[in-house]
């Protein structure tokens, strides 16, 4: 059978297998086969996943020639998966750690200072247990954050009194 007289149903299936078998390839979701598909079609993402997903009930002329066309001069021009994209460095340095413990050691001070104002307050306002029981427990959080993120430092962190702030240290 031609590929002119394909229905456009039969087009839709067509170019979902396409994307299935790009998706394969790539070891990816179905959306990055879309993706190369399109490409290679010559036509936007949100254009080809309209087209085959059948959300796009009535596809415009160019559209319905492009992917004609597209499957009438074979599907080898499918451009070969795309190299993956450089990482962006997700990992945090000694100085970024550094800067992390810092502000986790300022706020937990903070809250230190706010218990003491707390004890020392006289008069007829009476102070809960349940404010008590709040700072408490968001002083434990900000611990246990400073120790995870300070577990994946690979140095010592120490106040500096001169600079007012936490400073990697070198490891023996």
């Not at 009438?72 to 994209?85: I, L, N």
């Not at 706020?107 to 349940?130: K, P």
């Not at 611990?143 to 001169?162: G, H, P």
Request: aromatic letters at 6%.
């Amino acid at each position: 059978m031609s590929v002119n007289f394909l229905k456009l149903h039969e087009m839709q299936t067509a170019m979902n297998s396409l994307a299935v078998e790009e998706a394969e390839k790539s070891g990816k979701k179905i959306t990055a086969g879309i993706r190369t598909v399109a490409d290679a079609v010559g036509v936007d993402y949100a254009t080809m996943k309209g087209f085959v997903f059948g959300t796009i009930k009535k596809p415009s002329e160019r559209t319905v020639d492009r992917v004609r066309l597209f499957l009438r001069d074979g599907e080898s021009q499918t451009p070969p998966p795309q190299e993956p994209r450089a990482a962006k460095s997700a990992a945090l340095n000694n100085d970024d750690i550094a800067i992390l413990l810092d502000l986790l050691s300022t706020t937990a001070m903070d809250i230190r200072e706010d218990y003491q104002r707390l004890d020392a307050q006289t008069g007829d306002y009476a102070v809960s247990n349940s404010t008590y029981h709040a700072l408490y427990v968001r002083e434990g959080r900000l611990n246990q954050l400073r120790k995870k993120v300070e577990s994946q430092a690979s140095c010592k962190f120490d106040f500096d009194v001169e600079l007012q702030s936490v400073v990697p240290v070198e490891s023996d």
